[in-house]
Structure formats: C-alpha cells, structure tokens
C-alpha cells in the first residue's frame, strides 16, 4: 500500500515535541526533584548553621550542599538551553521542508517499509527497527534505542491506513 503524505507543520512539530518530552522527561524530572531536595537542603542547614557552634565539618558541609546546589542549577539551565536548540531546529526543519517538495510518500506491506520525501529513499525491513511503539495515535519505528526514524499519526496518514498499518504491525508481532 502506497501512501501520499502532504507535511503539516502543526502536526509534525507535535510530533518532535512528543518525542523530545519521551526521551527528556525522566531527566528533567530527576533534575526538578534533585534540585528541590537540594534547595530544601540548604535552607534549612544555613540557618542551624548560624544558630550552633560552628565546627569545621559543618563548614564543609556547607559548601558540599551549595556546590550540589550550583551544580543542579547548571543543569538546569543547560537542559532548558538544550530544549530551546531541539525548539529551534524544529523551526529550521520546517522551514527547509516548506521550501522543498512538502509531499513523502509511504509504501509498506508484509515485508517491508519504503519511505521517499526530499531528502531520502529508503527501504527497511520490519526486523531492522528496533522497537515500534504507539504513543498518542502516533507510530514510532525506532532504529536505536529512543531514536524514531519515521514518526507517523493517524491524522497524517489518515484512520484508515493507519489501521491498515497497525494490522501489517499487529501480524508481524511488532507492536
């Protein structure tokens, strides 16, 4: 089956920001948490600190907590430096697909998947893709861990062949 694809920036910058969140979101999650308990940390220590006698090992413990402190906010500021460049190359993707052919073509059967647009022709067989998950009415055929190759939804492909596609799926044991 052969299947025309007219691009549509909303629908494939909600893709790329479906992706971003699944790969990122354990890791900002752990930074949000680190950086609280950190912070949570250092207000309550300071204070004690002035109040009791202080001794050289509450001196070092002083600074241990602070340096986590700038450390996870250095991380945090990296990270939201990180989104905003992902945030930006989304922007400058779209941009060179509106200003080349805004038409890929799919084609996928028992044995493989075929996938053509501007940039590429390729062809993969279903074993070749390491995972396929089905995440918000999108498909995504890695070929790394967390990598998609093709993201595809079913309101781009439409209900239709994207049923046909989960059936192809569902035969092969892939999803």
């Excluded at 920036?9 to 930074?31: A, G, N, P, T």
């Excluded at 009791?52 to 906010?73: C, G, N, P, Q, S």
Aim: net charge neutral; glycine share 2%.
């Amino acid at each position: 089956m052969k299947i025309e694809i007219l691009f549509n920036q909303d629908i494939f910058k909600k893709q790329m920001l479906l992706h971003f969140e699944i790969v990122y979101r354990h890791k900002i999650e752990r930074i949000n948490w680190s950086l609280l308990l950190v912070s949570l940390g250092v207000l309550i220590y300071i204070p004690l600190l002035f109040i009791i006698t202080v001794a050289k090992m509450e001196v070092l413990y002083t600074i241990f907590l602070l340096l986590l402190f700038y450390t996870m906010v250095k991380q945090k500021l990296a990270y939201n430096k990180f989104e905003k460049k992902y945030k930006d190359n989304i922007e400058a993707e779209i941009k060179e697909i509106n200003s080349t052919s805004q038409i890929s073509y799919l084609t996928f059967d028992h044995d493989n998947l075929r996938w053509e647009n501007y940039k590429m022709d390729v062809r993969f067989k279903w074993e070749a893709f390491t995972n396929i998950r089905c995440i918000d009415t999108n498909l995504f055929f890695d070929i790394g861990e967390n990598h998609p190759f093709i993201i595809l939804g079913a309101d781009e492909i439409g209900a239709e062949n994207y049923q046909a596609l989960i059936h192809i799926l569902t035969d092969k044991k892939r999803i």
